[in-house]
């Protein structure tokens, strides 16, 4: 799929003809640093313009972070300004600014990590955008994909010669398009799964009464992780139990479709939301809200 990224400096007369140019998703900045006077002047306007048009999108915060606590304060800036949007792709953490050097290659990888996990933390597919250099020199990119985090490479080539897993590879600062000023990044998606009307907060997956909506059984693990140990009947409560006899007739290791819970916590992780039942953690995608 091909895209395009953009923010307060690429001005678009007219998103209604760019889809039919080819540009089938945008990613749009939603501001830089750790204030909210420094959102990106046009990201409303490229939010509504996008999403009028059906074009996905996704989103990038622009890091000056010269520190672990300054770092905290973008994450928080960020999520404020997305928090009531709905997205298709990613909200990436925008690592190429000269000042976040000081920090060194530890603590850049770490302020990485870390806005992963706040982004997750509030149902947010999240990931990291830099160059070649600083994935290979200041960025430990491994790291980052052992986490599930997204990478989104600029390497402005005819091919990507970073030997890593890559989910999106900006390969171009020159593209042109009818109905855009100048020039504007163009952006390639490599691997990545779109899921329609993917919504950032949750709207989709909030705290409350599920049932279980699957063919066979339903995991319940000790951590919102596919890599946390699975639970056993005899670990579930006493309420569970019972409606796993009642409609099984046998003690699973899991729970049957129909199954009633409730939802005290949502953690996204390992491209699942996770959510907290008595018993342990469940994966939402296989439940239904009641």
Known sequence: MKGIDVSEWNNILDYSILKNQGIEFAIIRTGYGRDITQKDKLFENHYNGFTKNNIKLGCYHYSYATSIENAKKE???CYNIIKDKNFDLPIFYDLEDETVLKLGRIEITQIAIDFIKYMNSKGIKAGIYANKNWFINYIDIDKIIEIGGYIWLAEWSEKITL???INFWQYTSKSTYNGIQGKVDGDEIIEYKIETNNNLNNINYSTGHYIVNVKSSLN?????SLNSRIKTFGEFTKNAQNQILKIAGYKMNGLPRNV??????IVYSDNFHFGLIPSGWIALEYCKKV
């Open 220 to 224: 319940v693990r000790e951590n919102p």
């Open 260 to 265: 009633e819970c409730d939802v005290s916590k």
């Open 163 to 165: 030997n890593k897993k």
């Open 75 to 77: 994450y928080e800036v």
